[in-house]
């Protein structure tokens, strides 16, 4: 393993049973202990189960997985002292209260007497729980649940942490405090791991990361390179009236687009030769009598470059 490296993962491969295709396809990973690094992917890309596998829930059909220099076949109990998961559900219990919850995630994580209680107050405290501590858990909103289930995930002071899309269905003010919680604990050198598909929260939060579509990672980076590599290739058309359908053939079949993508009056084209294009696609509205409103190239989102790369929407 790289020595800057606190997870490599090679070759994961991952078919449920019964399924025509693998959820996960070969997916390598190469994580900097510290780093703060993001998994974005469409609906049922592979994020959870690449992050059930890395973090020890799930075992892979094949591949190679080592955390913090352990092998994952070996030393998986080592490698659970370690590491902590917040679920994409939240996996906490309606009947208990905070405090409960939080003792019986500590327990299970191996913790108890003196240290126990330190750590349950300290993670009630993180998620500004203190005053709700006695309270069960099913009278709580789905915000304070989210944060509840982000520390029972830390409770261990694990070195590394992943996340599973910690921040949906979440009012503002709940996220921006998630959002600063994670900051705060990767300054101070936890490992994170951070699966959404909100593009702002990854592009805030995130150095690197990875873009992931059909079980199989289809880019990988910084996000500064990534945008700046691909988004040469992507023009964004918005016209007066949405494109008849036979257009919209039209500038599928353009040469040299790879892809193209329709929403309403604005469309999205990958081009090898994006110059070429422009014009091809400026001839093609003048022909159907449709004004172009504006047309980019270039200067894309990361959100505009997740949706030209995978061909999907983002949800919500
Ligand atoms: N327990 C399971 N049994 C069978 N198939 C599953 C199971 N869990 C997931 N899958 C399938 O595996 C693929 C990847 O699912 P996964 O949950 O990893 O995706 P995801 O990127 O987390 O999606 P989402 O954004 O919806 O959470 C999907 O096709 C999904 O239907
Ligand atoms: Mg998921």
């Given at each position: 393993m790289a020595h800057d490296c606190i997870i490599e993962a090679q070759g994961l491969v991952k078919t449920y049973p019964g399924a025509?295709?693998?959820?996960?396809?070969?997916?390598?990973?190469?994580?900097k202990k510290g780093a703060f690094y993001g998994v974005l992917g469409p609906n049922g890309a592979g994020k959870t189960t690449t992050l059930s596998i890395c973090s020890g829930l799930m075992r892979p059909d094949s591949g190679l997985l080592d955390i913090a220099g352990l092998d994952i076949r070996k030393d998986l109990t080592e490698i659970k002292g370690i590491i902590g998961l917040v679920p994409q559900e939240t996996a906490v219990y309606p009947t208990l209260t905070a405090r409960e919850n939080l003792l019986y995630f500590g327990a299970m994580q191996g913790l108890s007497g003196d240290r126990l209680k330190t750590r349950v107050d300290y993670c009630l405290d993180v998620a500004r729980l203190t005053p709700l501590a006695d309270k069960r858990v099913e009278t709580f909103s789905g915000g304070l649940k989210r944060r509840l289930s982000l520390v029972a995930g830390l409770i261990h002071e694990p070195k590394i942490l992943f996340l599973d899309e910690p921040t949906v269905g979440i009012d503002p003010q709940s996220r921006l405090f998630i959002y600063e919680s994670l900051k705060k604990m990767n300054s101070s050198g936890m490992t994170i791991v951070y699966t959404s598909h909100y593009m702002e929260e990854v592009e805030t939060l995130c150095?690197?990361?990875?873009?992931?579509?059909?079980?199989?990672?289809?880019?990988?980076?910084?996000?500064?390179?990534?945008?700046?590599?691909?988004?040469?290739?992507?023009?964004?058309?918005?016209l007066n009236a949405p494109p008849p359908e036979a257009l919209r053939q039209k500038v599928s079949a353009l040469p040299h687009v790879s892809g193209a993508l329709f929403d309403a009056k604005t469309f999205t084209v990958k081009s090898a030769k994006p110059q070429q294009t422009i014009g091809d696609i400026m001839r093609l509205m003048e022909e159907s009598n449709l004004n172009i409103l504006?047309?980019?190239?270039?200067?894309?989102?990361?959100?505009?470059?997740?949706?030209?790369?995978?061909?999907?929407?983002?949800?919500e």
């Open positions: 025509d295709r693998p959820a996960v396809a070969g997916i390598d990973l190469r994580i150095a690197e990361i990875s873009i992931i579509d059909r079980g199989v990672i289809i880019a990988e980076g910084r996000v500064d390179d990534m945008v700046i590599r691909h988004s040469g290739s992507v023009i964004e058309v918005r504006s047309l980019c190239h270039g200067g894309l989102s990361l959100e505009k470059l997740f949706i030209s790369l995978t061909g999907a929407k983002l949800r």
